[in-house]
């Protein structure tokens, strides 16, 4: 999603992977969007928001110790170096939230993975947004009617 005053252009991606895990996805969906909005040298400033507590907590808790052991014992070791060296050029706030717990903006990235893993599909860059649809169907369904998707965005 990219920032105007008053205006909010979302993007998504997407990726998937044959035979591989929900960390390493967690994973990769984070080095993908570094590297999509980093792409031309820009260093960014953005909040990643994730419901993989692996994710969260080995960027917030985990990483420096890892690095000071030279990444033995660490599963995904190349995804953990190729990600952190990544957010190392970039201003990144990592927070967690609760999967599957009526988070409208987590329900549609779940959808967008599970889409993408089930078709084994890769967005292969940033694409135009579906949220917008996505949501006005889970509204016909009666789901997120007092849900406004850029209240918090337009605040500043």
Known sequence: MRRR????????????E????????????AI??????????RSVALEFVSDSQYLVRGMTEWLPGWRRRE?????NP?????????????????????????NPKNEYADFLATTAAREQRTSGELIESGFEGWLRKEREKEKYLDFDPDAELLLD
């Open 71 to 75: 990444w033995r014992k660490v599963k």
């Open 78 to 102: 190349e995804l953990w170096q190729e990600l952190a060296d990544l957010a190392e050029t970039h201003e990144v706030c990592w927070r967690w939230v609760r999967g599957h717990a009526e």
């Open 18 to 29: 044959p035979d591989t895990t929900n960390n390493r996805m967690a994973l990769r969906s």
């Open 32 to 41: 993908l969007a570094l590297d999509l909005l980093g792409a031309r040298g």
């Open 5 to 16: 005053p008053g205006v909010v252009e979302r993007r998504d991606y997407y990726t998937s």
